[in-house]
């Protein structure tokens, strides 16, 4: 237990859904990121949030859209998805984007697209 | 840009074998450290090694940061071992954004 739990789990959409993941860290952390892990490559940062604020979009598609309501507090909502963007997506947070290097990590949410 | 290259891609152990990780980056790298994932995908902070030796039970780290090179030892490996060890730095700007090698998969087998 890292202190950051995910939901769901496990995630079946259809290329024409609309889903969403949900992120929540209990460590009183102020910085909060998505990351995605395809097969045979390395973690890909995607969005990072700092005190609420996005700081990092590392040129990820429209399609994904995060929303961070607090610091505790992180959703990735989803749509029109392609089969190429199933993965294993992962929360992660740290005590400021200064202290990247001391991220605690979340179980993450293993989505198939179909 | 920032480089995080690491080898062996994959390694099979028997239990109770020694072995050695290795996590080449570039010099633009800081903070380096040392990450488990274990085979449902949960992803654990082994070390945080910039620089020097570190250990941690069956576990140490040593990060030579003049030759841009570190090392995760696992002796006496066990099955709970297995998993992907990834090493990842953090690129010397004012804005810390880590970046991950492609991982060893690691296998201990009775």
């Known amino acids: 237990e890292t202190g950051v739990t995910q939901t769901p789990r496990h995630l079946v959409m259809g290329m024409t859904n609309k889903k969403s993941l949900k992120c929540e860290q209990h460590l009183g952390h102020n910085a909060m990121y998505w990351y995605k892990q395809s097969a045979k490559k390395p973690l890909e940062l995607m969005f990072v949030?700092?005190?609420?604020?996005?700081?990092e979009n590392n040129s990820v598609p429209s399609r994904f859209s995060p929303e961070c309501p607090n610091s505790s507090h992180l959703f990735l909502h989803l749509h029109t998805l392609q089969p190429e963007d199933s993965a294993l997506y992962l929360c992660a947070s740290s005590q400021g984007s200064v202290r990247a290097y001391e991220q605690y990590f979340g179980p993450g949410t293993r989505l198939t697209v179909t | 840009g920032i480089q995080v290259e690491q080898s062996p891609p994959d390694l099979i152990l028997q239990e109770g074998a020694n072995s050695t990780l290795r996590c080449n980056f570039s010099d633009s790298v800081n903070n380096l450290q040392w990450f488990h994932q274990n085979p449902w995908g949960q992803l654990i902070n082994l070390f945080y090694i910039p620089s020097g030796t570190k250990q941690n039970g069956r576990l140490s780290a040593t990060t030579v940061a003049t030759e841009r090179y570190s090392l995760l030892y696992i002796s006496s490996s066990q099955t709970t071992d297995s998993g992907v060890y990834f090493c990842a730095g953090t690129n010397s700007g004012g804005y810390q954004k880590v970046t991950f090698g492609i991982g060893t998969k690691l296998q201990v087998i009775p």
């Open positions: 949030y700092n005190f609420k604020e996005q700081t």
